[in-house]
């Protein structure tokens, strides 16, 4: 995957369909994950999961809680492409 291809819109995309609070909502790169997301460890995986199935990306479980803004989440994508 192109690391250009990796932006917001594209990250909700690959996540909207299991997260619905994602769906009409004015998301910015610095919204956190948690405010936005239901927190839980099953939540975690599944993003983890969305994330290797659209990019193509595999994150270490610690990567995702450390990466906390949405913004935050596509650098960390797009040094891992």
């Not at 819109?9 to 619905?20: G, M, N, T």
């Not at 990306?57 to 492409?81: C, D, M």
Request: proline share 1%; charged share 25%; aromatic share 4%.
């Amino acid at each position: 995957m192109n690391r250009d291809a990796v932006n917001l819109k594209s990250l909700i995309e690959a996540l909207s369909s299991d997260f619905d609070t994602l769906k009409n909502r004015n998301i910015k790169n610095d919204n956190s994950l948690e405010s936005l997301l239901e927190w839980s460890s099953l939540n975690a995986l599944l993003i983890t999961v969305r994330i290797k199935q659209n990019f193509g990306v595999e994150l270490l479980p610690g990567e995702l809680r450390a990466n906390g803004t949405f913004g935050e989440l596509i650098s960390l994508i797009k040094s891992k492409l």
